[in-house]
Each structure stands twice: as C-alpha cells, then as structure tokens.
C-alpha cells in the first residue's frame, strides 16, 4: 500500500515550457486535490476532484489544468510555465472533503 | 472569502515546556479542523483533527480546543521534545461548488531546544 504518490520528484523548466505532473492514489478514495505550497503562505488549493469525473477550481488555478484519468489518477498541467509557478507542489486524497487528506511527498518545480 | 488566520508564524520553546498554535476562520459553517505536522523536506501529515460537535480532544501530549462561538480553534502540545520541532498548519472546512474542501492557515515554525 503505496498511499499517495507523485512524479516527478524535481523539475527544471524553462519559460514557456509545458509539463504534466502525475499523481496516483491506492486508498481507493474518492477526492483528490492539488495544492502549491509558497513559503509563508501555507499550502493553497489549485484544482480538486471531488469524484471520479468531476474537476473544480480551488483558489489559484490560473495557468494550470487538470484531469481525473480515473479513480486512481489525478493529473496537473502547466501549458507554459512561468516563474510564478515556482513552487512545491502536492497532491492528497481522502474519502470526502471532510475526512483526513493523506498526502504525496511533492513535487519540486522550478521555472527559469 | 473564506480565511484561516494562524499565529504565532514562528514559536521557540524549550524542551519540555508547553506550546499553544492559535487559528482563527471566517465560515460559521466549517465543521471540520485538523492539524497538520511538516517536517523540513516531508509531506504535510494529519496529527489531531476535531469536528464541531465537540469542544476538546486529547491524543497523548498532543490536544486540539474549539470556540464554535469565537470562530477559533487551538493546538496545544506539552512536554514538548525536539522531535515535535516542524511546521504545524490548522485547516478548517468549507463549502464551494456544493463539495467540501479545506483551506490551510500560513502555518506555524515550532523550534524546540533541548
């Protein structure tokens, strides 16, 4: 039982660039979340799924996309990466938007 | 829009003395808030969460208090070990799109000396 995984672990981009990170969950929850974590500023939503099929906008999610492959995968796309979108990136799941989010070990993201 | 308001942003202790993390929220209608734990280079970890239908709730050295009427809830961590030093973000649940979602405080840098 793997929990929450992601890929990749560290990123390098240049401006402009496009990327997808991949998120994989084997808790067999039914959301899934993205989040971007800035120094200082806690650890904000960008997109969340609330089931199977279902996508929503969180608090920040200009310049990213995502898609709920399936149960299991949640995916985010930068289309062309900014220095803004420097950051570290999270994905989590959990049952309901009410009970415990377990959280992958992130992705490191740098754009130039 | 909804907000979590956490202090202190950074707290030093000593080793064995007590520490409190303050949060305050805006929605009346949360009802649920937990605490979680990041150790530097780790992911976010659930340590305690309360739900509003209760006031308190212990788990060994580690309590979480809830003011429904305040709008405030507190993580209180006593005799405290350097292993406890990490970041600790409150969180509190809210309703947009007709689903739950949490929304995370700025979090609080817990240095413990021995």
């Known amino acids: 039982n793997a929990g929450v995984t992601q890929t990749p672990k560290f990123q390098v981009l240049k401006t402009g660039q496009s990327m997808t990170l991949q998120c994989a969950q084997d808790m067999n929850h039914n959301s899934m979340y993205w989040y971007r974590q800035d120094p200082g500023m806690g650890l904000r939503l960008i997109y969340y799924s609330a089931s199977e099929g279902t996508t929503d906008k969180g608090e920040v999610p200009n310049g990213y996309n995502v898609s709920r492959l399936n149960k299991r995968e949640f995916s985010l796309r930068l289309e062309s990466a900014a220095p803004s979108q420097t950051s570290v990136y999270f994905c989590a799941s959990s049952e309901s938007g009410t009970d415990t989010q377990y959280f992958g070990p992130g992705t490191r993201l740098t754009v130039l | 829009g909804e907000n979590v308001e956490q202090h202190p942003s950074t707290l030093s202790v000593q080793e064995g003395d007590s520490a409190v993390i303050k949060c305050t929220y805006s929605?009346?209608?949360?009802?649920?808030f937990p605490w979680y734990k990041q150790e530097l280079g780790k992911r976010p970890q659930l340590i305690i969460d309360?739900?509003?239908?209760?006031g308190e709730k212990k788990d060994q050295r580690i309590a979480v208090t809830l003011n429904k009427t305040a709008k405030h809830f507190s993580l209180h961590i006593t005799e405290t070990q350097p292993e406890d030093s990490a970041v600790y973000f409150c969180a509190a649940s809210f309703v947009s799109g007709g689903y739950n979602k949490l929304i995370f405080g700025a979090g609080t840098r817990l240095a413990v000396h021995p």
């Open positions: 309360i739900r509003s239908n209760v």
């Open positions: 929605d009346s209608a949360s009802n649920y």
